[in-house]
């Protein structure tokens, strides 16, 4: 069946975008881009299809690979005055072959998207720190299917959902050129078919190029719990990340 493995980079790389520019307060409307990579290990419990066993797993970076096909992650966000729009785009899909018996192989594949959006208020503004508060809801679109071709049996499974998130958002200024970012996250709260809970902080040291292009390196850690429909996530992710951020 499909390996506990390839469920990282369809729940895991989530996003966020990590780097951020700490100028002061304009008028006009400033705009961020963010393309990242995250390089995560997993844990816990996972039931990627209805009435499949629960596996229990824990799994490097470097295992999660194996079974990457492709992804794409960026991240976006849009500044006026204090006001702040953040969008994240995820997506995802991974294959992997194992033997159920001698000769009889089993196939598993699976596609993830995600889609993040929040809107905030700047709440605190100085010369060298700057706190955004925001809320917002980040939907899902999970496809997983596994196939015996030698036994000519199959099985798929989609899940849909949206969980609502509370975010708050540190910037702080150290030097000319060098600033950290600290995001934390909360949502889920058992609403209508979304994750009982989920968190996540994530924490950045950004470098700043010249007036256009930052770049972040940090660490992220995220925990999902959901049990629907028959299938069950309840994992956490942490690891680096790297991100590159083009302002304008």
């Known amino acids: 069946m499909l390996k506990s493995s390839s469920l990282v980079a369809a729940i895991g790389l989530i996003a966020a975008g990590f780097a951020t520019h700490t100028h002061a307060q304009e008028s006009a409307w400033r705009y961020q881009l963010t393309p990242y990579v995250w390089m995560t290990g997993l844990s816990g419990d996972l039931r990627p299809l209805a009435n499949s066993p629960t596996v229990s797993t824990s799994h490097s970076f470097s295992n999660?690979?194996?079974?990457?096909?492709?992804?794409?992650?960026?991240?976006?966000?849009?500044?006026?005055?204090?006001?702040?729009?953040?969008?994240?785009?995820?997506?995802?899909?991974?294959?992997?072959?194992?033997?159920?018996?001698?000769?009889?192989?089993?196939?598993?594949?699976?596609?993830?998207?995600?889609l993040t959006a929040a809107a905030g208020y700047q709440v605190v503004s100085t010369p060298t720190q700057y706190l955004d508060l925001l809320a917002g809801a980040r939907a899902w679109r999970i496809e997983a299917d596994v196939k015996v071709p030698a036994l000519g049996v199959s099985a798929s499974d989609t899940e849909r959902w949206v969980d609502p998130l509370l975010a708050a958002r540190l910037r702080s200024t150290w030097a000319t050129n060098w600033s950290t970012l600290v995001h934390v996250d909360a949502g889920g709260?058992?609403?209508?078919?979304?994750?009982?809970?989920?968190?996540?902080?994530?924490?950045?040291?950004?470098?700043?190029?010249?007036?256009?292009?930052?770049?972040?390196?940090?660490?992220?850690?995220?925990?999902?719990?959901?049990?629907?429909?028959?299938?069950?996530?309840?994992?956490?992710?942490?690891?680096?990340?790297?991100?590159?951020?083009?302002?304008?």
Do not use: C
């Open 189 to 248: 709260f058992g609403f209508g078919i979304g994750s009982d809970s989920t968190w996540q902080a994530v924490a950045t040291a950004n470098y700043q190029l010249n007036n256009a292009v930052h770049l972040s390196a940090g660490f992220r850690h995220l925990s999902v719990d959901r049990d629907e429909n028959g299938t069950r996530i309840d994992v956490a992710m942490n690891g680096p990340l790297l991100g590159a951020t083009w302002m304008f």
């Open 64 to 114: 999660v690979m194996d079974d990457l096909e492709g992804a794409f992650f960026m991240a976006g966000s849009a500044r006026k005055d204090r006001w702040v729009l953040f969008g994240d785009i995820t997506w995802a899909s991974l294959s992997n072959e194992s033997m159920l018996l001698p000769g009889v192989a089993v196939e598993g594949n699976l596609r993830q998207r995600s």
